[in-house]
């Protein structure tokens, strides 16, 4: 299993980041999309989750975006998560493609976010990463970027 975190900074201290719409797709062919239900508003945070099926994977960002990985996690020889998100991004619509590489066949998932009252510049503030090979769980471990 692997965990990852990514925490975003509010635009103002008295803001509040809010989640306007969250989506998923999955795939077992060397894609993995999702569509907006909705189109995003202009100048709000994206998230991409991408979950690969095979830690060797990679992942390429859809052509013509700004996505920035925030974090990437993989379990030795088994499954990776990616966090990508883009500050400030123009309105989105439609689906959303993410080519996977690499492994094998296997299902691939991409979760998609929009949060509304991010700062618009530099909204990453902290990652963390865990991988669990045994059945003893660890504290994750948080690296304020």
Same mark, same amino acid.
């Given at each position: ?14 803001? #509040? $980041? /809010? ?13 993995? !999309? +999702?569509?907006? %239900? *909705? ?30 990985? #925030? $974090? /990437? ?13 883009? !500050? +400030?991004?123009? %309105? *989105? ?53």
């Amino acid at each position: 299993m692997v965990v990852i975190v990514s925490a975003f900074s509010a635009s103002t201290a008295e803001a #509040a $980041i /809010r989640r306007i719409q969250r989506v998923s797709g999955t795939s077992t062919t060397g894609t993995a !999309a +999702a569509t907006w %239900a *909705q189109p995003t508003r202009p100048k709000n945070l994206l998230v991409a989750v991408i979950n690969v099926n095979d830690a060797n994977d990679t992942i390429t960002i859809p052509t013509g975006s700004s996505w920035t990985l #925030a $974090i /990437r996690s993989n379990a030795t020889g088994r499954t990776g998560v990616a966090i990508y998100y883009w !500050a +400030a991004a123009p %309105a *989105q619509a439609g689906t959303s493609t993410w080519t996977i590489a690499g492994g094998c066949c296997f299902e691939n998932v991409v979760t998609l976010i929009e949060y509304a009252g991010a700062k618009l510049v530099s909204p990453l503030d902290q990652t963390g990463t865990w991988n669990a090979s045994s059945g003893t769980n660890t504290a994750v471990s948080v690296t304020t970027t």
